[in-house]
């Protein structure tokens, strides 16, 4: 087990750039995951950890050593691919045993710990079959006995959930999280799936066109996103977006989304947006369950106002409500109770506690 | 779907004239088997009563067998006739007059150079397909590794021996190995080597014509292996890699094993091939110096055609049946076994 540390690593494929200077430290026991979407270099920057890719420049260390140059079957790491790539000519046991066989451990020892290996992920009967006869969520156990086995000294996975349906996703996402609470081994994952990272992570990298946009635990990321990027990339519905402008009203600060709507900020935010030019194009961030429906009781900083639905979705513990505001699409979450139907008018109210408030021309989060 | 009621009534109009029944209800089979996944109507169609005939021109089986009719035709005429009658003729005498039963080969079991004739043949095929194989190997990781810019190129030339017909390229080889003014003498002797007399000395010419057998066969090989290369996942190389493996272990573990049905299938058929080989010996060689470069075929056609025995030379090549027997039951057994895994 060791700590990893990036160091200005750049990934260049002729004149492409496609990791364009990471910097990133994890601790040991960490389970950081890499998200993004697909070209953001996340699975490139795990390859390059692995060994599989050359950097093109910066320093890669493990445990302190730098291994720039060390080939991978002597970094000590296991990896966890997408596709499982086990040995197909090889049953269950022969591909965990595979690496310690390779390093000519003795037999007692391997046995020992493919036993215990597959105890862990109960794939005990398993272990004479081949990968054939196994199902997708059995190879995946597999692939990650495989990387137990080794006892490593990091963990990688690349996006090893991708090929599984959705159910068994959430069932071995569990799986994976539980493992890592009994191995402890520190832990580089990379997925381009939001919820699978915000669900495993002690920290979440979101990157973005080969950049680390943001670092930070999942609530961090959640409740106080960076830039515009991550603000939409994390949260099932996504984050609305509602352009919008800073005013003075009777020593007021108020924020104008349209001709019509303008609300009075919260003190807090009033003060925290005092010294924004009130010229500047703006962006409303507000998540959908900061939308919901409007009740007697306000509280403050809780704006209501009217306006008609095009779409409900409901999904049962929830209604999902989409109308348009100034021509610019928004979602909201209400009661499933509350009443909403496609076409119809409603007071909806929005809670101004939790917006944040974007340059629309940067995406930075003010 | 639209003309399944016109063939309806055309069954129904017409019900005493049996062929215009069968033809017009392929049609109708035909058209039920194209639509046969697209819904419920089709099954209703098919549930229609039937006399036997139309029933048994109906079946998939029989129009499949009618399809594959001129095959196995084209196979009887030019494969099961000439076999089962090499059969016949190995049972006559000399001039084919009289039946003497096992007499050809109770002759031939007799005789020193049937015996090295067997052995000869086997010595040749088994060198020449482990090298051709070999080579093939070899040569297919080095053009698997060229850039795929590049690769078609290489992959072109190095097809060449094998798309030159054999018999015009053995007779370059003929003249390469020309004992004094060919060009391999040529070369040797700026290094003082030599004159090899290639085709005359009896461990020479055996070198020889495996040598050429292998130069026509190892790109075939090599487009076979390098097809099998392409086909394995280089995941499993990473894997392998982060395993701990090195280049070797990589092509002992991985590629070995995951070639392992393709090498079996093109050693069989290259075995095949090889054993039966006639036009490169016969023009290097004809089997000399001192029949020591005879394979079956070589020697059948000597015995046989220029011995004016045919029935001998029936014997001969008929000979060469259970040997490839033998090998293709085992090559075969373990490619069944292993199919089961990837």
Known sequence: ?366 | MVLRPTVRMHLRSRPIWPTAHSTSHMKAHVMADIVVEQGRAVRTASKRKRTSLRNAMGRKSTVAFFLTLPLILLIALLVLYPAVYSVHLATLNKSMQRFVGFGNFTFLFNRDTFWMVVKQSCIFAVTAVFFKALMGFIVAHFVHNIPAKGQRKWRGMLLVPWVIPPAMSTLAWLWLFDPSYSAFNYTLSFFGIGPINWLGDTSWARFSVILVNVWYGAPFFMIMYLAALKSVPDQLYEAAAIDGANWWQKIWFITLPMMRNIIAITTLFSLIVTFANFDIVRILTSGGPLDRTHLFATWAFKVGIEGSDIPLGASVSLFMVPILAIAAIFILRDVNKRGNEA
């Open chain 1, 1 to 366: 087990m060791a700590d990893v540390t990036l160091r200005k690593v750049i990934k260049r494929y002729d004149d492409v750039e496609a990791v364009r200077g990471i910097d990133l430290d994890i601790a040991d026991h960490e389970f950081i995951v890499l998200v993004g979407p697909s070209g953001c270099g996340k699975s490139t920057t795990l390859r390059m950890i692995a060994g599989l890719e050359d950097i093109s420049d910066g320093d890669i260390m493990i445990g302190g050593d730098v291994v720039n140059d060390v080939p991978p079957k002597d970094r000590d790491i296991a990896m966890v691919f997408q596709n499982y790539a086990l040995y197909p000519h090889m049953t269950v046991a022969e591909n965990m045993s595979f690496g310690l066989r390779l390093k000519h451990y003795p037999k007692a020892e391997i046995n020992a710990r493919v036993t215990e290996a597959a105890r862990l992920l109960d794939i005990t009967d398993l272990i004479n079959r081949k990968p054939k006869q196994l199902s997708g969520g059995q190879r995946q156990r597999v692939a990650m006995g495989r990387a137990i086995v080794r006892n490593p000294k990091v963990f990688l996975f690349d996006e090893p959930l991708s090929n599984l349906d959705a159910k068994l996703r959430v069932q071995m996402r569990i799986e994976i999280k539980k493992v890592h609470q009994k191995v402890r081994t520190t832990t580089v994952y990379v997925t381009h799936d939001q919820v699978e990272a915000m669900t495993l992570a002690d920290r979440v990298v979101v990157m973005n066109k080969g950049r680390i946009e943001q670092i930070g635990t999942p609530n961090e990321l959640y409740h106080k996103p960076a830039t515009r990027f991550v603000a939409g990339f994390i949260g099932s519905p996504a984050m609305n977006f509602i352009p919008c402008r800073l005013e003075d009203s009777g020593g007021k600060l108020q924020i104008r989304l349209a001709d019509r709507i303008a609300f009075a900020l919260p003190p807090a935010r009033a003060v925290r947006y005092n010294a924004l030019p009130r010229t500047e194009n703006l962006l409303l961030g507000l998540r959908p369950e900061h939308l919901t429906e409007s009740n007697a009781h306000l509280e403050p900083g809780v704006e209501s106002f009217d306006t008609v639905l095009d779409v409900t979705e409901p999904m049962g513990m929830e209604t999902l409500v989409y109308f348009g505001l100034e021509g610019t699409p928004v979602c909201g979450r209400v009661n499933p109770n509350a009443g909403a139907k496609d076409g119809a008018p409603m007071r909806l109210a929005m809670d101004l506690n939790n917006m944040h408030l974007l340059n629309e021309a940067t995406g930075v989060v003010l």
